[in-house]
């Protein structure tokens, strides 16, 4: 119904037009331990297996799929933080090459560093990738970050301090203040409680409306997903993950979980993601006895 | 639950109550006059050593050196304030070189595994010599008392520094390098911006460790080395006067103690939330 089946695998390096970032039969292995004299001693592990996806531009995308099926993997990658073993990765189509500021993470333990105050963790950022922006212009984006993430009276606080809540929306900002033109999140509420991240979901809502910018995020939550995204990519269990399906999702923008809930294609999509993930998850335990 | 809540604190005569901290000064001050008691009568009993001072004899030489720290009759009749001044300075000295030598050392073997690996053999089979086999050494090359007295103060206190700031190097949180990475960051804004303070809870109790071996070395090593509180207690031996003694022994513990004191605090300044 709404699912549009992993489109046949292109051979060119060129994305198609209004495709921003471009993966094509991107794969990771990580190589098995090798013992005394040389002798495998654990074979390798294929996390990734040839995944290709494009990603246009503005669209927020969620990846989901059981856990352990390399859906970290495949964002580091993106964030240039690790390297595919083969396939290429292309933003703007130039190939990703290393981690870079137009490539903005947040991370699901926050990384905030606990010696800067709110302020001096955006601003570090900010002054590493822009070192020529004078002393008001800095002030200027850090206290406009603030704002937008709604943590105005916090500036001076140190992260110790903070909820985990408030430090996932201090990590947002430091993300958003580089300016990326991507913001990769990897399960940025996954260490929260539910109502915080059911508040901080609403929070990332309303900020998205304001930039528009191209995002890809790591969940495990089908109404996270559903609530955020404009596509769903659904990856089957790993080792050798692919994906499995993409989902559009067609909810009017902006968006509010009770509005979201009550649209009349809302069961459908739900129940279709509850099958995939309840199918592969399964496997994945099954697997293990 | 409210019922009895309002029985047992009535707000008219609230019951005397003791609070931890308050019961612990009060146990600590009565084994101390407990203790004082039993070495009073025990010394006019002669049931210690012979010729052991009493309580009283000790705290009233406590009391006179406290009061008359500084005076000059010559090297074997200094005030103990003078004797102080001159221990705490071969400790300054020899530490403040032991940590510009250990701290940027230890940057640099902590960020690099080859280099933890080349000089951990150095700092193993160094690190537990004891400081005085260093003594003849450092007589011999320096042929002067104050400068091997700084020496064994560096060469005994650089190893817990440099141990832990390679330690807290090597061991920065992989999310603060990420942060970094993906931001672009150069590697020296790295070092400096992300890498040193996150290291910076362990180069401080490094450092807090290598004060108290300081501060323990310094007076073994003056009892060999002419003046300072190590030879202060040397040459009271030589006079057989045990008061003082005990006098320098108890004031040798309050220094230490408040060196210790101002490394906590400063490690309570860098923690940030962290243990």
């Excluded at chain 1, 396939?87 to 993470?105: E, F, K, W």
């Excluded at chain 1, 769903?232 to 994906?243: D, E, F, L």
């Excluded at chain 2, 030598?101 to 640099?108: D, N, T």
């Excluded at chain 2, 650089?158 to 190097?169: R, S």
Aim: aromatic share 8%.
């Amino acid at each position: 119904m709404h699912t549009v089946s992993n489109p046949a695998i292109p051979t060119s390096m060129e994305a198609p037009i209004g495709v921003q970032l471009s993966l094509r039969q991107v794969s990771k292995v990580f190589p098995g331990k090798r013992g005394f004299l040389n002798r495998k001693s654990s074979s390798d592990f294929v996390a990734i297996d040839e995944i290709s996806l494009d990603v246009e531009h503005n669209t927020f995308v969620t990846i989901i799929g059981p856990s352990g099926c390399g859906k970290s993997t495949l964002l580091n990658i993106i964030g240039g933080l690790s390297e595919a073993t083969t396939g290429t990765v292309t933003m703007d189509n130039r190939p990703i090459i290393g981690p870079g500021p137009d490539r903005g993470m947040v991370f699901q333990n926050y990384a905030l560093m606990p010696w800067m105050t709110v302020a001096d963790n955006i601003k570090f950022a900010v002054e590493t990738v822009y070192p020529k922006l004078s002393t008001a212009q800095l002030n200027q984006i850090v206290s406009e970050n603030i704002q937008l993430v709604d943590l105005n009276g916090s500036e001076r606080k140190h992260p110790h301090e903070l909820s985990g809540g408030m430090r996932q929306r201090v990590g947002i900002a430091r993300a958003l203040a580089i300016n990326p033109k991507v913001l990769l999140m990897d399960e940025p509420f996954g260490a929260l409680d539910a109502l915080t991240r059911g508040y901080l979901q609403e929070e990332i809502e309303r900020i998205w409306e304001q930039h528009r910018k191209t995002v890809i995020m790591i969940t495990h939550s089908i109404d996270e997903a559903l609530l955020l995204s404009d596509k769903i990519v659904m990856m089957t269990r790993g080792p050798a993950a692919k994906i499995d399906q993409i989902l559009d999702v067609p909810f009017p923008r902006p968006r509010d979980r009770n509005s979201v809930e009550h649209h009349p294609e809302y069961d459908a999509l739900r129940t279709e993601m509850e099958a995939h993930l309840y199918r592969e998850t399964r496997y994945v335990e099954q697997s293990r006895i | 639950m409210a019922a009895s809540s309002s029985v047992s604190s009535p707000s008219s005569s609230k019951p005397f109550v003791l609070n931890d901290n308050l019961k612990a000064v009060l146990v600590f001050l009565l084994s101390l006059g407990l203790f004082l008691l039993f070495w009073e009568v025990g010394a006019n009993a002669k049931w210690f050593a012979k010729g052991m001072p009493t309580a009283s004899k000790t705290l009233e030489e406590l009391w006179w050196w406290t009061t008359n720290p500084f005076f000059d009759n010559g090297p074997n009749d200094l005030g103990i304030g003078w004797n102080l001044l001159i221990s705490l300075r071969r400790v300054a000295i020899g530490y403040t070189a032991a940590s510009l030598i250990a701290v940027p050392l230890g940057i640099l073997i902590g960020m690099s595994k080859v280099a933890s690996k080349a000089f951990n053999p150095y700092v193993q089979l160094l690190k537990p010599i004891s400081p005085l086999a260093w003594l003849p050494l450092g007589l011999y090359i320096f042929r002067d008392s104050e400068k091997t007295g700084v020496f064994i103060i560096m060469i005994s206190s650089i190893w817990p520094t440099l141990v832990n700031t390679a330690f807290g190097v090597a061991n920065v949180s992989d999310d603060y390098l990420k942060v970094s990475k993906t931001l672009g960051a150069s590697r020296l804004r790295t070092i400096f911006k992300v890498i040193i303070p996150a290291a910076l809870p362990n180069i401080v109790s490094g450092l807090r460790i290598s004060m108290g071996i300081a501060w323990l070395v310094i007076v073994a090593a003056e009892m060999l080395l002419g003046s300072g509180l190590g030879y202060f207690i040397w040459n009271e031996w030589n006079n057989l006067y045990i008061p003082n003694i005990l006098v320098a022994i108890f004031i040798i513990g309050m220094v230490g103690l408040m060196l210790d004191q101002i490394f906590a605090y400063l490690e309570n300044l860098v923690s940030f939330g962290r243990s």
